[in-house]
């Protein structure tokens, strides 16, 4: 596979000191899974291009990591040829001061945008040139693609996912590396290693300044991950808190998770101190001493039953580490007094598995969190909280979609959060609520919390399950 990367900035010659390679010599580099060659094959003060030249050896990275099943399905592949997440393992390698933005010896040239044009050979796109486009141009660059046939010779066959891209604009170098860097694993939507909790911190700060705005946010972060849901779900609260609030959003706390985009919809009604407010009630009619909230977030409704001396041992659970370290920081619990620092936990903790931590409690708090889990996650989450955990009260809020036309920026046809799986209209709600309340003995009532609307009915539905 091969990436180029031209400037007609003057000196051009300026590039080699950027990439810490000179243009007069042709360097090699081993890698883990093969070699990468980095030269130049024109070098003038009008234009200089630099070459990264990458020479995977498919079937050392086969035996590196033990066979695999059939081995036309291990040994013949695109990998030699297709752009990848092995071309960004090379970028970081090969061009990792470039990539940091280091130039000792031109470093007012590394902060200083110039015009740059970088062509990949070949790139695969699951997506097509739509979803090409739609990644790079927000961020400022032109765009050229040309697709290629699977094979020429037989064009009843199609096209191919894979397209020679060249993408131009004025930036620094680092920040095209970056781009390259993130961008190329997500249009392939594979990478060669394991994705694990470290892959988030990188995206996070490869991202820093672009990613946490960029329209096409869930889809990149979504596949950068692999799919996987719990790490996407993490990364993009992350992203969602760096995301620079909107004009909608006015001074004061952001609501539970972090979430301003959401915010940004309910501010004006500040229907997310409406819920806490209304969700303290319930629990607090229901004379609840030992309470949880589940999927606790950064700790908004913690903070207010730590106020409330009635609530005297208080548990917050969430999948999110992240959250929970905001959580304890927003709390200040290492400055509580001793007698307030024992009644409150943080546990870490998913909603969908048996907790015995969890048994026991007088009452549950569960505000805005069914909506973030897979449907088919449900029936796992109610056996946990109603068959297992058996709390004798949950206090359990969603989002009511039929009043979603209400806001322009969300209508009838999209969800209030990028995050939600799905939303409820109240029908649908009630019919799953009663049918848990049947299959473990609750009672349930159901409460608004908002403005009403007598068509739509309230912004958020409330249901208060009563054990029998």
Known sequence: ????????????????????????????????????????????????????LLDVDPVGVVRGRG??????DQYVNDRPYAASSFLSVAISQVFGSALQARCNDRPELAGTPIPLEARLDVLPVRGGEPFLRAVFEPLGYRVEATRHPLDERFPEWGESPYYSVTIAGEVTLSALLTHLYVLVPVFDNQKHYFVGDDEIEKLLAKGAGWLAGHPERDAI???????????????????????????AVTDGEEPRHGDRAEGAIEKPLSLHEQRLGAVLAALRSGGARRVLDLGCGEGKLLRELLKDPQFEEIVGMDVSIRS????????KLDRLPERQA?????????????????????????????????????????RALFEFARPGTVVLTTPNREYNVTWENVGPDRLRHPDHRFEWTREEFRSWAEGIAGRHRYTVRFLPVGPVDEVLGPPTQMGVFRRD
């Open 67 to 72: 066979a695999g099943e059939g081995l036309l």
């Open 1 to 52: 596979m091969l990436l180029t990367i031209t400037t007609t900035h003057r000196p051009a010659g300026d590039l080699g000191f950027l990439l810490h390679k000179h243009p007069g010599r042709f360097q090699s580099y081993d890698l883990s899974f093969g070699r990468a060659h980095a030269f130049y094959p024109e070098a003038s003060d009008d234009r200089c291009t630099a070459c990264l």
């Open 221 to 247: 972060t979504r596949r950068y991950l692999r799919s996987h849901p719990s790490l996407y779900r993490q990364a993009l609260a992350r992203l969602v808190e760096e995301e620079p609030p909107s004009e």
């Open 324 to 331: 929970l370290e905001v959580a304890r920081d927003r709390l």
């Open 342 to 382: 024992a009644r409150i936990r943080l546990i870490h903790g998913s909603l969908i598995y048996r907790d015995r931590r969890l048994e026991g409690f007088d009452a549950a708090a569960v505000v805005e969190v069914v909506e973030h889990l897979d449907p088919p996650r449900l029936a796992a989450f109610e």
